[in-house]
Nanobody, 113 residues
């Protein structure tokens, strides 16, 4: 059974950067078509942040386009989310997700001065 573990969250000032990692175990990411990052802020619904397919297709909502970059490393069995020019409204718990599969436990990202 595939398990996902996120890491890399923390406290950062506005304009700063963070890189989130999602370690995949119990299966090869090579065989997983779509992986994604989602986030959930207090009192809000979970929303998609970035999607990457096995063929390299990418999708971002307008709120993070140009600032966030998703990537996957089949050799390391991991998915990453590079977040640049962070804003206070990016504060949320970030989750890694296998399409139609499991979710990770989440990692907190707080953007504040």
């Amino acid at each position: 059974q595939v398990q996902l573990v996120e890491s890399g969250g923390g406290l950062v000032q506005p304009g700063g950067s963070l890189r989130l990692s999602c370690a995949v175990s119990g299966g090869s990411i090579f065989s997983i078509d779509i992986m994604g990052w989602y986030r959930q802020a207090p009192g809000k619904q979970r929303e998609q942040v970035a999607i990457i397919s096995s063929s390299g297709r990418l999708n971002y909502p307008d709120s993070v386009k140009g600032r966030f970059t998703i990537s996957r490393d089949n050799a390391k069995n991991a998915v990453y989310l590079q977040m640049d020019n962070l804003k206070p409204e990016d504060t949320a718990v970030y989750y890694c997700h296998q399409y139609m599969g499991p979710w990770g436990q989440g990692t907190q990202v707080t953007v504040s001065s």
